[in-house]
């Protein structure tokens, strides 16, 4: 069975700090990795996406996730963050043989201005 | 106007009523996801669907019936609610198996 887990609930930082949110996933195949932003009271937008090739994907609003295989990680990462990054972001896989997408819990990015 | 729409928006219902949930996509995409949002739980996997006339069981389908009969539509059914089903429900859909899901805005519903 596929899953995921992302470990920061909750993150609070600065503006123009460096971000960095964890995703590890479960999976005995090969995956397709996601990661999708809410904005409050909005519904879920692609951020960015991972089916194969180069294992560091760049995503729009300046985003970018490395995918590691062997450690079954998908960090997301902005080196510097914008008050209006301020969203709920959620981690996603798919496992190859599989038909449904899952996600993970969630962190909560909130920017101090 | 393409897109996925979801309807009602807002619902609150009684503990035991029936209470159906639509979702309505106009991009003909084969694959239809409904998902409860819950604090501390995130997104969690109802009932997803391949095609029309096909459905599975996600990571949480007790309580709820799904139907596909027609490929745009993928309604849920809570056919008897509990207060434990207050959640915000998503639907999306996705056009090939690796592909990105789109969402929809969401219905918040209240079981009082």
């Known amino acids: 069975a596929q899953s995921v887990s992302q470990h920061n609930h909750h993150v609070i930082l600065s503006e123009a700090a460096s971000l960095e949110l964890g995703c590890n996933y479960s999976y005995g195949g090969t995956v397709n990795l996601f990661w999708y932003v809410q904005y409050p009271g909005q519904h879920l937008q692609l951020l960015l996406k991972y089916f194969s090739g180069d294992p560091l994907v760049k995503g729009i609003k300046g985003f970018e996730a490395e995918f590691i295989k062997s450690k079954f990680s998908f960090n997301l990462r902005k080196p510097s963050v914008q008050w209006s990054d301020t969203a709920e972001y959620f981690c996603a896989v798919m496992g190859s043989s599989a038909s449904k997408i899952i996600f993970g819990s969630g962190t909560r990015l909130s920017i101090r201005p | 106007d393409a897109g996925i729409t979801q309807s009602p928006r807002y619902k609150i219902t009684e503990t035991g009523r029936q209470v159906t949930l639509m979702c309505h996509q106009t991009w003909s995409h084969s694959y239809m996801f409904w998902y409860r949002q819950d604090l501390g739980h995130g997104l969690r996997l109802i009932y997803y669907?391949?095609?029309?006339?096909?459905?599975d069981k996600g990571e949480v389908p007790d309580g709820y019936v799904v139907s596909r009969s027609k490929t745009e539509n993928f309604p849920l059914t809570l056919e008897s609610a509990t207060r434990s089903q207050t959640s915000v429900y998503f639907c999306a859909s996705s056009e090939y198996l690796n592909t990105e899901a789109f969402f929809g805005q969401g219905t918040r519903l209240t079981v009082v």
């Open positions: 669907s391949a095609a029309a006339d096909i459905t």
